[in-house]
């Protein structure tokens, strides 16, 4: 099991950038592909990024491409989530999971999740 914490989350303004952060603990964490998922009210969990193990191969979900950027450091057992031109529609819970790979990550299928940190973009 992989122990994950995100931490960045606030209150921004339309057009504005956050910058989310998981600090992972536990298991191996160069071994397992990361990603980030979010929860709106009243709406599913929905996948926004993932990236292997090597960072070599990464997934975006439509409505953040050209938006959102994830990166991760092994040495320091992080993932990012780099936000930027964010719109209301992005206010959500946002929650750092891990799992085998990237494109299962991506298909929902999460070994591990974090508590969820919250982003809220007023317009």
């Known amino acids: 099991q992989v122990q994950l914490v995100e931490s960045g989350g606030g209150l921004v303004q339309a057009g504005g950038s956050l910058r989310l952060s998981c600090a992972a603990s536990?298991?191996?964490?160069?071994?397992?592909?990361m990603g980030w998922f979010r929860q709106a009210p009243g709406k599913e969990r929905e996948f926004v990024a993932a990236?292997?193990?090597?960072?070599?191969?990464?997934y975006y979900a439509d409505s953040v491409k050209g938006r959102f950027t994830i990166s991760r450091d092994n040495a320091k057992n992080t993932v990012s989530l780099q936000m930027n031109s964010l719109k209301p529609e992005d206010t959500a819970a946002y929650y750092c999971?891990?799992?085998?790979?990237?494109?299962?990550?991506?298909?929902?299928?999460?070994?591990?999740w974090g508590q969820g940190t919250q982003v809220t973009v007023s317009s």
């Open positions: 536990g298991r191996t964490f160069g071994n397992y592909a």
């Open positions: 999971v891990a799992g085998q790979n990237g494109r299962t990550l991506r298909a929902g299928a999460v070994g591990d």
């Open positions: 990236i292997s193990w090597s960072g070599g191969t990464i």
